[in-house]
């Protein structure tokens, strides 16, 4: 029978037990203390002014959902008879852009397999007419398997406080808790704290440069390699093309580095029409390939040069969006000062040897660097400290006559860069339930 398979969860029956969880875990075979389902609290220290209840989690199976739309390897597909988002694990490259797109923090990154994993709405289950584990195994009969075809369906709310369903439409609905009913009681599902009013900024996923720091190579790398090239425009200068071709192999071999699977890596150009990351990748190989490996080949010209540069400045910009499904602070102008645009073109400053305009192009940076602390929103620390150094000596260093494509600027410049673009990545706060919660609650409850 075919379905518009999701589920259905009553507020006022969930207690927060985390049987569902405990389901999801088993019937999948998962490692112990692991599942693709989790429970989360709305108001978790029962503070007054709010009520209390429990969100059961898992993958929403979206209509529009984000995590297929980043996939560079276009590993999700839709099962055409529940409707089902599934992924692929032989098509999965193991990037992990999947889990930083979705909001709802539910793929989940397998390191014995080197894959993404997730919900898969318990298809076998499902085929042979049985629900799924979680649904099953609920003791208050809190979570129902539901037809969102089925004209029932549009009785169930699609949004409650904490659970934000606007953008992709996922399938989940809920049977909200009555007015003025302060929710089941029962213990908080791993315990924890309330947030505190006001504080709902702080959470969320955070990256581990432990485990990215061929990102934080090759994003420091990139915009460097991609100025040697425009620097060739005109007026036409003197050709870089070895530097860029090696620079720009080792580069986009040290970015396989952070994959599962790095021998799949050739999949990350299958999702070209859709994701930034599969752009920033075909964009980074034609760069190579126009600035690097065709200059040496033939004779130089105004046309292989102008496509090289159009080449690398679309794998900057598309490295620059990839980043939106996150939450960086950018301050009141809305760039970072870790962006790679912005660091290509003071580096195409120096190289060109305008010393002035790199003087203010850096004074610039500063500024920007410095918007995102104004206010003592966020604690500077020592790498934001030595980067703010660095940016000042090398524009001092500049305005008192050094050359600006020298050794000590253009050491600055790219120490400077480097820990910039690490602050920016300890800084990066990719999206989760618990940090969306909190902000709800926030709001609800007002600064106190």
Not at 247 to 264: D, E, F, I, Q, V
């Amino acid at each position: 029978m075919t379905m518009r398979a999701g589920f259905h969860l009553d507020l006022s029956r969930c207690t927060g037990c985390q049987a569902c969880q405990l389901a999801c875990g088993i019937e999948n075979a998962l490692p112990w203390g692991e599942s693709w389902r989790r429970v989360e609290t709305f108001n978790p220290g029962a503070l007054a002014g709010a009520p209390r209840y429990h969100l059961s989690l898992a993958c929403m199976h979206c209509a529009d959902a984000p995590c297929a739309i980043a996939c560079p390897a276009d590993a999700y597909a839709r099962d055409a008879t529940t409707g089902a988002l599934i992924l692929d694990p032989a098509r999965c490259i193991g990037c992990r852009y999947c889990s930083w797109a979705c909001p709802y923090d539910a793929p989940r990154f397998d390191a014995r397999a080197g894959t993404m994993s997730k919900c898969t709405l318990c298809q076998p289950r499902l085929a042979e007419g049985r629900e799924p584990a979680c649904v099953a195994l609920c003791p208050t009969d809190a979570l129902n398997l539901l037809d969102l075809d089925a004209p029932a369906a549009a009785l169930h709310a699609r949004e409650v406080p904490g659970f934000d369903a606007s953008q992709v439409r996922p399938a989940l609905r809920f049977t909200p808790l009555p007015p003025g009913a302060d929710g089941p009681e029962g213990p908080p599902p791993g315990g924890g704290g309330a947030a505190p009013p006001g504080s709902g900024d702080g959470g969320g996923r955070r990256l581990s440069l432990r485990d990215e720091w061929p990102l934080l190579l090759f994003s420091t790398a990139l915009p460097l390699l991609v100025a040697m090239r425009l620097d060739t425009l005109p007026p036409c200068r003197l050709d870089r093309p070895l530097p860029i071709l090696w620079g720009g192999l080792a580069a986009m071999a040290l970015s396989t580095a952070h994959l599962g699977k790095p021998w799949r890596a050739w999949r990350a150009l299958l999702g070209i029409r859709h994701s930034w990351l599969s752009r920033e990748i075909a964009a980074t190989g034609a760069f190579v390939l126009l600035a690097g490996a065709l200059p040496l080949l033939l004779a130089p010209n105004l046309l292989l040069s102008l496509a090289g540069g159009m080449a690398g400045f679309a794998a900057l910009y598309a490295m620059d969006r990839l980043y939106e499904v996150a939450d960086v602070p950018r301050g009141s102008v809305g760039v970072h000062s870790a962006e790679a645009v912005p660091n290509a073109i003071v580096y195409t400053l120096a190289f060109r040897g305008w010393a002035w305009p790199l003087a203010g192009a850096l004074l610039l940076l500063a500024l920007l660097w410095l918007g995102r602390y104004r206010g003592g929103a966020r604690p500077v620390g020592w790498v934001g400290g030595l980067r703010a150094a660095a940016l000042i000596a090398a524009g001092i260093a500049v305005a008192a006559g050094a050359a600006p494509a020298g050794l000590p600027v253009m050491g600055l410049m790219v120490v400077g860069a480097l820990l910039d673009r690490a602050a920016f990545y300890r800084e990066l706060r990719l999206p989760s339930p618990r940090r969306t919660l909190d902000r709800a609650l926030a709001t609800r409850l007002g600064p106190r």
